[in-house]
């Protein structure tokens, strides 16, 4: 099974089949929008105005300076990149061919304040606003395997169209998050053994890259 990420857990209960379609068999074409190369171009402005030298920062529009001084520091990180293993421990974030190592989960922080025993993850969202905590309890997870003499863990997401901070969570309950993934990963091997992975109609199906299945849209129009 490849390793989790949150959105290969987000496809998956909404839609095994797309799930399997975007990350396991990979035969869809690349998805690609205005909005998504913008989100592309501000996550690295961004990332360069916090990891970069100081005249990195010279692109970053003024409306969202506010966001990042306070950020700045020894202790931030931006686009961090972290694996773990299903024992908690750190992994690679990509496969290691020299020692074998694998992810069992893998995912990137925007942003990661580490002041042990506390961390502090910063998500930037460009589009609507859609409070749910589940990507940032999944960071959550990967951070506390990384750095497990962290113990107090929380984060918001950063809705730069509004210009506004979102809920700051407490993420640190990893347990819970923990068992739930498991969970999860044991449904897409059960798929993938059974070669079976359910197509599930939902509101998504009428922006769902599978063009091929009876629930898209698309393919209704045009049978």
Not at 29 to 38: A, C, F, R
Not at 94 to 103: L, S, V
Not at 148 to 164: A, H, M
Not at 195 to 202: A, F, G, S, V, Y
Request: positive net charge; aromatic residues 10%.
């Amino acid at each position: 099974m490849i390793p989790w990420s949150y959105s290969f857990l987000n496809d998956l209960s909404n839609c095994p089949h797309k799930a399997m379609r975007k990350y396991v068999k990979r035969d869809l074409p690349k998805e690609t929008s205005p909005e998504l190369e913008e989100g592309i171009r501000v996550h690295k402005l961004f990332e360069n105005t916090i990891n970069g030298p100081k005249d990195a920062s010279w692109d970053l529009p003024p409306k969202w300076w506010d966001f990042v001084k306070p950020l700045v520091g020894p202790q931030t990180m931006a686009e961090v990149k972290l694996g773990m293993t299903r024992e908690m421990n750190r992994a690679p974030f990509w496969d290691d061919r020299r020692t074998g190592e694998q992810p069992w989960g893998r995912g990137k922080a925007d942003v990661l304040i580490l002041k042990p025993p506390a961390a502090f993850i910063v998500d930037w969202k460009t589009g609507k606003v859609r409070e749910d905590d589940r990507e940032l309890r999944q960071l959550a997870l990967l951070v506390r395997a990384n750095y497990p003499e962290v113990t107090r863990i929380s984060g918001c997401y950063v809705w730069l169209k509004e210009g506004r901070m979102g809920v700051v969570y407490d993420l640190s309950d990893v347990n819970r998050t923990y068992h739930g993934t498991v969970a999860s990963m044991a449904q897409a091997q059960g798929y993938a053994d059974a070669n079976d992975w359910p197509k599930t109609p939902n509101p998504l199906c009428g922006f769902c890259p599978v063009k091929d299945c009876q629930f898209n849209y698309d393919a209704r129009v045009n049978k």
